[in-house]
């Protein structure tokens, strides 16, 4: 006999930052929920990601906090600008006990099927622990990074040494002393563990599939007085959080760098890059990412720091990357090309020479083997849209969403998904997301959810879904604002370029505020663009 489902207002599935502000804000709401999480504690991406180097490469901290607490900000002692992966997880694990949010998440348990249920205007979930939980709402805060890409490459299961993954490190100490590792991929993650592996292994082999552009991350402690000036300001600082196209405590610059001579942003990119941080693309020109030659300005200048830094001028050639810059995620580093000085590191250029296979103790290329010992995949995540898919709802007519999603990532506001009743995404494809400071982005849009559902508590409904009208608008929307800028016209996870078979196209909406905006003028009209259907007895 099949278990009896458990009842609750809402079903929220993870337990990273997104889904801890989710059940936070349900209780406030005098609403029952269960969180369901794969992992053994709290945390998302913060948990799994604990390889060498790992630290926010974002704006940093104090910033990348939750806001909905003020005493939380006055209690919390940041100690560095980009704080390491302990660090948040310990701050995040903080929040978890000082909120007891625990006792309504179980960890360990995967959902292995959503479904809803159209007579009962219900969805019904069931565990990897065998467990059934039915909810009027489901909230997925799955995680935009949060499902690893593995490369298919000949072989690579045959390799009989140690294999890990950035996006799932172990939680026990790894060794690299004495070994010959090899590490493919150098995106944000390869470029922050390489150089710290190096520091210990025998040798390192890079197995570079794109140069990238990276910029100084300029880690330091923070001084009392910045931790002072934080929180006798913070008012006023949230104010331009909430103000900020990124979510950032930042005055939004306007002037193009064609207003300047080659000199003055010459010297403008000289003084950020000694100065570093994430500033440096807060403080930078305004047309960076929409006008070509603006963009190549700055390109070539880090090709520039590039040549200057790495000593071998054969292997600084092969880290010249050609895209345009900051149009893929852009990458704090610490000590990356200066890793390349090492006798112990060797770059392979896997456009030069790719990789044909894997033996059980090698990697071969086709200018001969490479021996290793260890294989370290920095190869990034299905991102944005991986981890509902890998969820794969099924919605009205037992319709999965790998169905609806063949094409493009159909959805209204980023939130909701035609076809899927009071169904509620946090970060997912067609929201600001990754491009946003990703606490504060889960409060807003979790905010906007919370008040949609007393909507529709208030006037009887029993359900709400987008029509189809809206998502097309809505998409069209998401593509309209991207065609502006050039990273459609780049590479990158960000369009799906990563993985094979992915619909290609920018699924970020890149109008930051002025998106929050579209979400409050949504709500102030009553929510036009979604079909609602009247409460029934047994679904009220």
Excluded at 475 to 499: H, I, K
């Amino acid at each position: 006999m099949a278990n009896e489902a458990e009842h609750y207002d809402a079903v929220i599935i993870g337990a990273g930052v997104s889904g801890m502000y989710a059940l936070h804000h349900l209780r406030e709401m005098g609403l029952s929920a269960r969180v369901y999480d794969g992992a053994s504690d709290v945390g998302g991406t913060w948990w799994y990601n604990r390889y060498p180097g790992a630290r926010v490469d974002g704006p940093g901290s104090p910033f990348y906090c939750y806001t909905f607490s003020e005493e939380l900000m006055q209690e919390w002692d940041w100690e560095e600008t980009q704080s390491e992966q302990s660090a948040v997880l310990a701050y995040i694990e903080h929040v978890a006990d000082k909120f007891d949010l625990r006792r309504d998440i179980q960890f360990e348990t995967w959902v292995k099927d959503a479904r809803y249920d159209e007579v009962t205007q219900r969805w019904t979930v069931e565990t990897s622990k065998g467990q059934r939980a039915s909810a009027r709402f489901l909230i997925c805060a799955v995680g935009a990074l949060s499902t690893t890409n593995k490369p298919d490459i000949p072989g690579i299961n045959d390799f009989a040494g140690e294999t890990y993954h950035t996006g799932q490190w172990p939680h026990e100490p790894v060794s690299f002393k004495g070994k010959r590792v090899a590490v493919i991929g150098t995106g944000s993650s390869g470029i922050q563990a390489i150089p710290e592996i190096a520091k210990e292994a025998d040798h390192v082999t890079v197995l570079q599939r794109t140069p990238q552009y990276a910029f100084p991350a300029a880690n330091r402690a923070l001084t009392p007085e910045e931790r002072a000036e934080a929180r006798d300001n913070w008012e006023a600082i949230k104010a331009k959080m909430l103000a900020n196209t990124g979510g950032f405590p930042h005055e939004m610059q306007e002037r193009s760098a064609l207003d300047d001579s080659p000199e003055e942003r010459e010297a403008l990119y000289e003084e950020l890059w000694q100065r570093g941080s994430f500033k440096f693309f807060l403080d930078l020109y305004s047309d960076i990412a929409t006008s070509e030659e603006a963009n190549d300005s700055l390109a070539e200048f880090v090709r520039g720091k590039i040549r200057e830094i790495v000593k071998d001028p054969e292997v600084a050639a092969k880290l010249m990357p050609d895209h345009f810059v900051i149009c893929k995620r852009p990458i704090l580093e610490d000590g990356y090309f200066e890793a390349y000085n090492r006798d112990n590191v060797t770059l392979v250029d896997l456009h030069e020479d790719p990789i044909e296979r894997f033996s059980e103790t090698s990697i071969v290329t086709r200018s001969g083997e490479h021996p290793i010992d260890m294989l370290v995949l920095a190869t990034g995540f299905d991102a944005i849209s991986g981890s509902m898919l890998r969820l794969n709802p099924k919605g009205r007519g037992d319709v999965s969403l790998k169905e609806r999603w063949t094409d493009r990532f159909h959805n209204y506001l980023g939130l909701t998904i035609r076809g899927f009743p009071n169904l509620f995404m946090i970060h997912g494809p067609g929201s600001p997301g990754v491009f946003y400071n990703m606490p504060l982005g889960a409060e807003r849009q979790m905010g906007w959810i919370g008040d949609f559902m007393r909507h529709l508590s208030k006037h009887g409904y029993g359900t709400a879904e987008p029509t189809a009208e809206s998502e097309e608008a809505w998409g069209n929307e998401v593509t309209g604002l991207a065609s502006f800028t050039l990273f459609p016209r780049t590479d990158s996870w960000w369009t799906g370029a990563n993985v094979p078979g992915k619909p290609r196209y920018f699924s970020v909406y890149l109008g930051g505020s002025i998106y929050y905006e579209r979400l409050a003028g949504v709500a102030a009209g009553d929510y036009p663009g979604f079909d609602f259907e009247k409460a029934r007895e047994a679904g009220a």
